[in-house]
């Protein structure tokens, strides 16, 4: 039968044939089988299994229409053993995962999401294993769906996962015992994720902190002395230095400054470019408390904790490089008559003498002068910055005075005096070995004169 119309867009033409040509129905057949064939050769070679399956949300059924041969595999059961299994009414699934599965699937269909979930079977060999499903519904009819799922074994994911989840809480304990705090800093978005730790410490309310260097700046807790440090720590994060270390001061909430160390490692992409640094905020006040008593124990007089003669010379030629348009003295001090009063009272009455002085030399001079004992009963005042000679004098002076009003218990018919020579810089030298023969020949001049006084550095002498 034959027939058609002329719409304006052009003749359509509607054909039915009357007759059927049984050649070509057996050919049509055969290239379904054909197709069937393939399409299961194709399903059959995915990773994991192919199904499609019928869910009924209404009544809470899941009926598997057609599942290929690696849908089986995942189990360990054959399809045949599979099927048994289903029809006596037993479960692979483990009946915890069985809710959340349905409710998540339901969810999903509703929302016409592709459905993406994992659960958990006990195979034929009684092993778990973690099964991922994907699928999208393809059909829906009132509360039935016909969904094509793909089902992958994520086992050996799964167990990776949670290797690392024992890991990272192992290093979390680790960490929350002792006085580290780990971090990670987003290189391409310049945000710093901070440890709960290190939250907890320092009052952070939130772990993602973007604009890492405003963020520092804005909290105020990095020492004004120690930003340059800070800006360099910056800088090697953003430049993605493979390994990195520094140490700086930092404000904390109570108000305390304590020492901290940082070190990190960058992780790059595949171009070489920096994804994010890895590292660890270290308290290390304590460490670092214990370094300046050690090495102020190293500079210092074990008796008087003056600076002792080495340390007193590295500060003294410092200064003088820092501070050479400035005026210095040198006042070079030698108590009289030392040995004798060792003699007569004993070593521990003369130990006393050079306590007694040092203690008194500090209170006289400021915290920016250099004191120092350079001999047994020899001391040397660096007095920085002064005015005019007239200061030296009269620090000079004060000394004589010191050395004059010490007595010793039980032994008060001994008199202590001292002579006291001074140099200055630069009128009468340059370095510190020229400012120190020059006191010292001042000194010697003191106590030709009768010692108990102090001379000023003279070419006449």
């Known amino acids: 039968m034959r027939g058609g119309r002329d719409d304006g867009m052009g003749k359509l033409v509607y054909r039915m044939e009357t007759a059927v040509d049984a050649t070509e129905v057996k050919g049509i057949y055969d290239r379904l089988i054909e197709a069937y064939a393939e399409l299961e050769a194709l399903t059959n070679s995915i990773p994991g299994g192919v199904a499609k399956v019928d869910i009924d949300i209404k009544n809470g059924e899941i009926i598997i229409r057609y599942a290929s041969d690696g849908f089986f595999e995942l189990t360990g059961y054959t399809r045949n053993e599979y099927i048994e299994l289903i029809n006596r009414g037993e479960q692979l699934i483990f009946f915890d995962d069985i809710a959340r599965l349905f409710k998540n699937i339901k969810k999903n269909l509703k929302e016409k999401k592709t459905a993406h979930m994992e659960y958990r079977i006990r195979k034929k060999d009684g092993s778990e294993a973690w099964i991922m499903v994907q699928g999208r519904a393809i059909e829906e009819k009132e509360s039935r769906y016909?969904?094509?799922c793909i089902f992958t074994d994520i086992t050996e994911i799964k167990e990776t996962q949670r290797r690392l989840?024992?890991?990272?809480?192992?290093?979390?304990?680790?960490s929350d015992i002792s006085d580290e705090y780990l971090f990670e800093y987003i290189n391409e978005t310049d945000t710093m994720v901070y440890s709960e730790k290190y939250c907890r410490h320092f009052g952070l309310g939130e772990k993602i902190v973007p604009e890492y260097k405003k963020s520092v700046?804005?909290?105020e807790i990095i020492l004004k002395e120690d930003w340059p440090i800070f800006l360099d720590i910056?800088?090697?994060m953003r430049k993605g230095n493979l390994r990195y270390s520094n140490k700086y001061r930092v404000k904390e909430p109570d108000g305390e400054i304590r020492w901290y160390s940082i070190c990190f490692t960058t992780i790059f992409d595949k171009n070489n470019v920096p994804l994010?640094?890895?590292?660890?905020?270290?308290?290390?006040?304590?460490?670092?408390?214990?370094?300046?008593?050690?090495?102020?124990?190293?500079?210092?007089?074990s008796l008087t904790k003056l600076s002792n003669a080495r340390t007193t010379r590295k500060l003294i030629e410092q200064y003088i490089n820092e501070e050479y348009d400035a005026c210095h003295a040198f006042i070079m001090v030698d108590i009289d008559n030392f040995k004798s009063i060792n003699d007569c009272c004993g070593h521990l009455?003369?130990?006393n003498v050079l306590v007694q002085f040092a203690e008194e030399l500090r209170k006289v001079f400021r915290s920016t002068d250099v004191l120092g004992r350079i001999g047994g009963d020899e001391f040397l005042v660096f007095l920085r910055g002064i005015q005019s000679d007239f200061l030296a004098e009269e620090k000079a002076s004060a000394i004589c005075g010191i050395l004059n009003?010490?007595?010793l218990p039980g032994k008060e018919s001994v008199k202590v005096s001292g002579s006291v020579g001074i140099s200055t810089y630069p009128a009468d030298g340059h370095d510190y070995e020229t400012l120190l023969k020059k006191a010292d020949e001042a000194l010697y001049e003191a106590k030709r004169k009768g010692k108990n006084r102090y001379c000023k550095f003279c070419d006449g002498f």
């Open 146 to 148: 016909t969904v094509m």
């Open 165 to 174: 989840e024992i890991e990272e809480e192992r290093y979390r304990i680790v």
């Open 276 to 301: 994010k640094s890895v590292g660890k905020i270290v308290n290390i006040d304590d460490q670092m408390k214990e370094t300046v008593k050690l090495k102020e124990k190293a500079q210092r007089d």
């Open 217 to 219: 700046e804005k909290r």
């Open 349 to 351: 009455a003369g130990d």
């Open 234 to 236: 910056y800088e090697n």
């Open 405 to 407: 009003s010490i007595r």
